[in-house]
């Protein structure tokens, strides 16, 4: 008679299990696992991707199944709540409620058949790098739990918040090329406040809508950008490109100050006073910083040293705040 199949899902780092084949391929249709949760059973080398083993279809048919060996199990690392250790039938469980991260259901509701009631805990699990929610390349850099954001898609969300700021001053821009601009005023570095005089007299000679339509777009975009970085780590570039900012240590939106005053405020005014002063030496410093970038383990260039963040494809679950469990 063949053994019944033991299988053991896990989110972020906490394993629930075993189920059998039957509770899966329900918990699989009603959505309360889903594709990119985490599943071993005897048979698997190591953690995989729930789609993986279903070719991304929400029912799972394996070819054999066999009784895992408590004792002799690759799984190791995976959190386990302390309660969940008793020998007592109600405190040696943990439900999908538990592993989803929300608040448990009461003890006196009636068990169904999403309800682990036979988890047999295992100290010390580490999921292998290949077995993270979402899909790694071959050539992405992994550290942790957080895939790191390939350097080109550093350069192009850059380029990205670039294009975004130039199409806000379009309307000025459009202006000032009817009107007869002498270039040679900015070519003097020597005398800036000439040059800064001079841009005024121009900006004088602009038509109000003008002027205000520039200011409405630039000052929208900004704090636009503003609001996307303090709610989830990501400038407008960033958002399109899918990457995102994280504390170099909880890997976590990181604090407001590193956010914002270090990362985004501070970055602005040093880059403001470069391209003021010259804009080839603005992206000089722009090249140096993804050089280092690229050729450090962590994808870490000067801005992110200065942080102490890095930059991340984005996951749902950076944006989750760290409780004081943790």
Sequence with gaps: MQAIMQIFLARNNVQ???????????????????????????????????????????????TGATTPDANDSIINNVTVFPEDTSNTKDNNSVSLDRLYGKPERSKNVKADMTTNRHQTPHNNVSLNKTALKKTVADNDKVVGNVVLAPIMSRVLATALNGLLYVLAILPLVMALTKMDVDYTKFQNIQDMDAAYQYSMSLMESLPSSTLMMSQVMVFGLFALQ????????????????????????????????????????????????????????????????????????????????????????????QLVKKSKSE
């Design 226 to 317: 503003l609001l996307f970085i303090i709610m989830r780590g990501q400038s407008l570039g960033k958002l399109i490109t899918g990457i995102r900012v994280v504390d170099q240590t909880t890997h976590r939106l990181p604090s407001f100050i590193k956010l914002v005053g270090t990362r985004t405020l501070l970055l602005f005014i040093i880059y403001n006073l470069l391209f003021s002063f010259t804009s080839f030496l603005g992206f000089v410093i722009i090249a140096i910083h993804y050089y280092m970038a690229s050729k450090s383990p962590e994808n870490i260039g000067w801005h992110d040293k200065l942080a102490k963040t890095l930059v991340v494809k984005a996951d749902s679950s």
């Design 16 to 62: 629930a299990g075993p189920y059998n084949l039957e509770q899966l391929n329900i918990m699989l249709a009603s959505g309360e696992v889903l594709l990119d949760d985490l599943i071993w059973h005897e048979g698997l080398d190591q953690w995989q991707r729930v789609g993986n083993v279903t070719n991304n279809q929400t029912v799972y048919r394996p």
